[in-house]
Each structure stands twice: as C-alpha cells, then as structure tokens.
C-alpha cells in the first residue's frame, strides 16, 4: 500500500484500515481474483468427479439424467453448472496475465491519486463471455447426445467424430483469427492504455472485450473436450496449460506445433476407427 492511501485510510478503525489498503492494491486483488475463482470452478469439477466412484454422487445422477432422450431443466441446470466450472478453471489461469497487466496500470494510477476500478470487475466482464459458451457448450451436447455422438457418460461414442474435432482443431491454430486474437490476449498493453477506462461500467465492457479476444484465441480447443470426454481431468489441466503457456510466448511456433500435434492425432482417431471396421463384410 503506498503513503498516499495509507494517509487516506488512517482516520479509520485499525481492522478496517487493514481492509481498505487491501482494496487499494489492485495487483494483490488480481492474485486473489484469478485463484478463487479458478479454485472455485476445480472444486466443484472435483466434486462433480467423485461421483464417478459414488453411484449416488452427482455425476451419476448426471449421466442418468442424460441418458433420457428429454433431459428435465435440473439436468440441463447441472451441464451448464459443469462447463461453467470448466471455463473458470481452464481459462481463468490463462487469463491473468491480462487481469495482472490491468492491475499493474491500475496501481500506477492509483499511487497518482487517480480514480480505479477494482479488478474483480474486469475478471466479471470476461468471465460473462466464457458463461456464454458455457451456455452454448450445453446446448451443444444436448444435441450431440441426441445425435449419438457423445454416450451417457458424456463421452465421444465415435472415432470418426473425435478426430474431425482435433483436426478442425487443429487446422484452426494456424488460421488468421487465431492469431488476431492470440495477438491481443499476449499483450494487452496497448489495448488498455488505448481504451483506458474508470467507470465500473467502463471496466466491465473491456472485460467483455478481452474475454471476446479470449474466446477467438481458445474456443477451438476448448471444444477438444468433446472429443476425449467432458470430464477427463487430465486433458482438462493439459489443455489448461497449453492456452495458458501460448499466451506467454512471443512467437507462432508453439502455437504451429499445437496445431499439428492435434491434427496427428485426430488422424490417428480416424485411421484407428477405419481399421477397427476393416476388412468390411459383405452383406
């Protein structure tokens, strides 16, 4: 906490000056931000995940309310509270470098005796557009269960359908959009210093911004949960990780290799469900 707001703050109680200085540093609230938020979206993916070992657990009753071919609204409720946590969990973490480069301006502000915005509001703003592919995610699966694409238990039910998911994936990672977007989310600088703002309602719309130049860098890879299961834990953190380490590079490389990772692999899902039905019999 700077002098400034430690002179500001001293005509109050000890325990609430305490307070108040917390709040007056916006890269200490960013930390916090980005960590509850992540954490609450993996506590509630590891609640969801213990239910496969308990046949009352919610996961159960999950893939059961699947299993009908008219899920009730509870199931529906129950998806979209799952990719919800999906998308705090993989995305947040990625996502603060950006929160950390708002705060970083914002403490500099702050220590000028100017006017900031807290930066749980920009976290808001993005964390709204992920919630809209959560809700898209949902209606996606609901589909794709009808369709038999994906089983009850919320995984791929065909070879086929899982490699076109990695190739479209990764043929996506070398696209133009890709990189417009994956320019902002590694270096978002300019664009807050451009579109600087100190209303709440200010702040909150450069959220919904950098979570729109979010979505256009992760969506794709995202939608690999389709392909290996919505709740494999594992592909979740790797695939966390992935997003996360291509917003710090500086470089196409890394993205490049991505891309073609996942396109070898989705041929491999389609050459192994071709010779799995080879030689065809005949009728």
């Known amino acids: 906490m700077t002098e400034t707001a430690h002179d500001h703050l001293s005509h109050l109680p000890p325990a609430e000056s305490r307070l ?3 709040f007056a540093r916006p890269k200490a609230l960013a ?3 980005v960590i ?3 954490g609450l979206g993996w506590a509630y993916l590891a609640l969801l995940t213990a239910g496969l070992s308990d046949p009352l657990g919610a996961f159960d009753v999950l893939c059961r309310a699947m299993a009908d071919t008219s899920p009730g609204p509870a199931a529906i409720a129950l998806v979209a509270l799952m990719w919800g946590a999906m998308t705090l969990a993989m995305m947040l973490p990625s996502a603060a470098p950006m929160i950390l480069t708002y705060a970083e301006i914002a403490d500099a502000a702050a220590r000028k005796g100017e006017r900031i915005v807290s930066p749980f509001v920009l976290a808001g703003g993005y964390t709204v557009i992920w919630f ?3 809700a898209a995610a949902t209606a996606a699966q609901l589909t794709l269960t009808r369709l038999a694409l994906l089983d009850t238990g919320m995984a791929s039910a065909s070879g086929l359908f899982s490699g076109a998911i990695f190739i479209a994936a990764g043929v996506y990672q070398f696209s133009a959009l890709k990189h417009a ?3 902002q989310c590694r270096n978002p600088f300019p664009f807050f210093f451009t579109n600087w703002a100190t209303t709440t309602r ?3 719309r450069l959220g919904l911004k950098q979570g729109l130049f979010c979505l256009g860098c992760c969506w794709a890879m995202m939608a690999v949960m389709f392909a290996v ?3 494999n834990v594992v592909w979740m953190a790797g695939l966390g990780i992935v997003m996360t380490l291509e917003k710090l590079g500086t470089g196409r490389a890394f993205t490049y290799a991505i891309g073609a990772v996942l396109i070898v ?3 491999a899902f389609i050459i192994t469900s071709f010779l799995a039905h080879w030689p065809v019999q005949a009728i």
Request: hydrophobic fraction near 60%; proline fraction near 0%.
């Open 31 to 33: 930390i916090v931000c």
């Open 181 to 183: 977007c994956l320019t």
């Open 202 to 204: 200010g702040v909150f």
């Open 265 to 267: 692999v989705g041929a």
């Open 229 to 231: 299961g919505l709740m």
């Open 132 to 134: 809209g592919f959560a």
């Open 20 to 22: 108040g200085g917390i």
């Open 36 to 38: 509850a938020l992540a």
